[in-house]
Nanobody, 125 residues
Framework: QEQLVESGGGSVQAGGSLRLSCAAS????????MAWFRQAPEKEREFVGSISYSGYTIYNEDSVKGRFSISRDNAKNTVYLQMNSLTPEDTAIYYC??????????????????WGQGTQVTVSS
């Protein structure tokens, strides 16, 4: 059974950092592209960034502006989201997701096959 479990969320002051983790099970993790999305209160879920099975990353630069980075450890079946210089606008529930089709458009929510339950990130000013 495919499962994604996020962790590492919490409350932090503006300017601080957090690292989110997403542990995968029940799938061939090293073969799949992974992504992070986020959803702020009363807003649509948005693409944060993705990492391919080979480690290539793309980001939503309008949102992260070079402050976030995604990495993966295939030996641990885990993908990470390092977030630096956090602002209150980064407050959201953060979700990881996996897409099974390699040709899928990674920025689209509808491309993804499985999602984690989300982890809350709250940034105070």
């Amino acid at each position: 059974q495919e499962q994604l479990v996020e962790s590492g969320g919490g409350s932090v002051q503006a300017g601080g950092s957090l690292r989110l983790s997403c542990a995968a099970s029940g799938l061939a993790f090293s073969s799949h592209n992974m992504a992070w999305f986020r959803q702020a209160p009363e807003k649509e879920r948005e693409f944060v960034g993705s990492i391919s099975y080979s480690g290539y990353t793309i980001y939503n630069e309008d949102s992260v502006k070079g402050r976030f980075s995604i990495s993966r450890d295939n030996a641990k079946n885990t993908v990470y989201l390092q977030m630096n210089s956090l602002t209150p606008e980064d407050t959201a529930i953060y979700y990881c997701a996996v897409v099974l089709k390699r040709t899928a458009v990674l920025q689209y929510m509808s491309s993804y096959d499985y999602w984690g339950q989300g982890t809350q990130v709250t940034v105070s000013s």
